[in-house]
């Protein structure tokens, strides 16, 4: 066991590595206990108000549409995207997440936040969306194309990309007011689908 050698898994019964008296269980539970049982699961010393915390914990949402990317601009603020033009939001962790109006029905596929008021969503048939208010409203943005965009990434407020299928590469230096096309002066004219795209600064990408 992590750090005390008790019942840590909250099953009343005892494992292989844990004591055979009964009479030991008595205050501690370690961080692999994932069960309310109001005792000191995360070893700190003390009884906290959840202690359930350790590993990955289940989240709800309101949504039964697939999501297809999560952006956390803080620990307790981020949004999330998806089919039917999904996007939801968080600012508490993901306690709880909420609707925004996205405008459109097309699966959205990445999302990105500058700020935690300034971001953009990409998604199919060339949709490109932004907000300038943490998503309270969401703008279309014109990409001059029809290929399906699968992320998104900005360096600043101004200065970004998205690509997608079909070797597609878009870049704006004007926070989306334009997006110019510079597909074939990037990937040569390949016509493989682009999924991810970082740039470390102004010219260094991947």
Do not use: K
């Not at 949402?61 to 089919?83: C, E, K, Q, W």
């Not at 200065?159 to 040569?188: K, R």
């Amino acid at each position: 066991e992590i750090c005390d050698g008790l019942e840590n898994n909250c099953d009343s019964n005892f494992g292989p590595n844990e004591p055979t008296s009964p009479g030991a269980v008595t205050l501690t539970e370690d961080s692999s206990a994932l069960c309310t049982d109001n005792l000191d699961n995360d070893c700190n010393g003390l009884v906290d108000a959840a202690e359930a915390t350790c590993g990955w914990q289940s989240q709800t949402t309101p949504t039964s549409d697939a999501l297809s990317d999560l952006f956390m601009r803080s620990v307790s603020r981020g949004h999330a995207v998806g089919d039917g033009g999904t996007i939801l939001i968080t600012t508490n962790s993901g306690s709880t997440w909420t609707t925004q109006a996205s405008g459109v029905t097309d699966p959205l596929n990445s999302v990105y936040f500058t700020s935690n008021s300034t971001g953009w969503v990409v998604g199919n048939n060339g949709t490109i969306l932004a907000t300038s208010n943490s998503g309270s409203t969401w703008s279309s943005q014109t990409s001059g194309i029809t290929d399906n965009l699968f992320s998104v990434h900005f360096i600043s407020v101004v200065v970004g990309w998205a690509v997608g299928a079909s070797g597609t590469v878009l870049t704006t230096s004007d926070a989306g007011v334009t997006w110019s096309d510079v597909s074939a002066s990037v990937t040569g004219g390949a016509t493989v689908d682009l999924n991810g795209v970082f740039f470390a600064n102004s010219s260094t990408g991947w």
